[in-house]
């Protein structure tokens, strides 16, 4: 079993940065991949961002993609998510998720565990 907790989310204006975190616990943490998912007000959940287990591997959203950095430190069990050149589209809360199948696309269904989410919020 493995247990997320993020950290990071905060209010920025539009063309700011924010970085997210998330730490995983669990003796196998470092065998699942992480992602990032979110759900901004009105919209469905989405995937943003992900990296597989041991960090090989990165697949972002089309939306992201050259904003956003995913990287993990395995020593630290921890997941990051550099956002760059925010924009107020990006407002959202941020999920840290793991699961173990890779893919080329991102599929929530995918992800086992997940964290309780940490609120963005990008002014213009």
């Known amino acids: 079993q493995v247990q997320l907790v993020e950290s990071g989310g905060g209010s920025v204006q539009a063309g700011g940065s924010l970085r997210l975190s998330c730490a995983a616990s669990?003796?196998?943490?470092?065998?699942?991949?992480l992602g990032w998912f979110r759900q901004g007000p009105g919209k469905e959940r989405e995937g943003v961002a992900a990296?597989?287990?041991?960090?090989?591997?990165?697949l972002y959203a089309g939306s992201v993609k050259g904003r956003f950095t995913i990287s993990r430190d395995n020593a630290k069990k921890t997941v990051y998510l550099q956002m760059d050149s925010l924009r107020p589209e990006d407002t959202a809360m941020y999920y840290c998720?793991?699961?173990?199948?890779?893919?080329?696309?991102?599929?929530?269904?995918?992800?086992?565990?997940w964290g309780q989410g940490t609120q963005v919020t990008v002014s213009s």
């Open positions: 998720t793991s699961g173990r199948v890779w893919r080329t696309y991102l599929d929530a269904s995918d992800y086992t565990y």
């Open positions: 990296i597989s287990s041991p960090g090989g591997n990165t």
């Open positions: 669990g003796s196998d943490a470092n065998t699942y991949m």
